[in-house]
């Protein structure tokens, strides 16, 4: 079996769109929407695609709509995308956001799989590191082969006991200095960490289309071309939301 592992697609469809893969089973970790200048479009991939996906902290404020306020960093792209994100997208999409669960329990052939946003603990808004340590003390009492967690925008793998933990990084949002999408492929239990190439431009000149302020617009434009929040010259990932 060939499992499709996609997280953190942020409403970027040019990127969606360049992960041409052939899959028995298509995972998605969260956070369809947000940031990037198509959330609907990365809603219907998802549907259309009939990924086995969990909501993500972008996906959960989207569909309840919930106030946040930031003066910098992902925090303030939040606050100002999430508006134009509410208003982008249909009622039946905000019910499908809000409807997806926070974890999932998953078996494919004979491996069995933990599907998560952030982690087992806090499955929404928890950042963990890529520390086998750190995941083990969060896997304690769970059996399963695979942890399949996204949230960090930052690809990994990891042996925590007898757990293999797997973040695939961003599809539409990349935080660790490749601007290329992010995804991973398993197949018959090995785990393949693939990087693709997207017309980054495209986004940006979407994200220049909508009424998002300057300040937004060239935040996100920054953050496309490095692959990593970019601000007053200095590139980090921090700015975590």
Same mark, same amino acid.
């Given at each position: ?123 929404? +808004? ?49 935080? +660790? ?21 997207? +017309? ?42």
């Amino acid at each position: 079996m060939r499992v499709l592992v996609v997280s953190d697609l942020h409403a970027n469809s040019a990127a969606l769109a360049a992960v041409q893969e052939t899959f028995d089973v298509c995972v998605c970790l969260g956070d369809l929407v947000e940031y990037g200048p198509d959330p609907a479009s990365c809603i219907e991939w998802v549907r259309a695609n009939k990924a086995i996906t969990v909501r993500g902290n972008h996906d959960h404020g989207t569909a309840q709509n919930v106030a946040v306020h930031g003066i910098s960093g992902f925090r303030y792209l939040t606050m100002m995308t999430r508006r134009a994100t509410v208003a982008k997208i249909s009622p039946t999409d905000r019910r499908f956001l809000a409807d997806l669960p926070l974890t999932q329990m998953l078996t494919i052939g004979k491996l069995k799989f933990l599907l998560v946003h952030a982690s087992p603990r806090d499955p929404l +808004d928890e950042y963990v590191p890529s520390e086998a340590t750190a995941w083990e003390s969060r896997l304690t009492g769970i059996k399963v082969d695979f942890v399949l967690a996204g949230h960090t925008h930052i690809p990994f793998t990891l042996q925590a006991g007898q757990t293999t933990v797997l973040n695939p990084g961003s599809v539409g949002l990349p935080r +660790d200095g490749d601007p290329r999408a992010s995804y991973a492929i398993i197949e018959d239990g090995k785990v393949e960490m693939k990087r693709v190439e997207y +017309d980054i431009e495209a986004t940006i000149a979407a994200v220049q289309a909508t009424d998002l302020n300057p300040m937004a617009k060239q935040l996100l434009t920054d953050a496309y071309r490095a692959g990593k929040y970019v601000h007053n010259g200095h590139a980090n990932g921090n700015g975590k939301s």
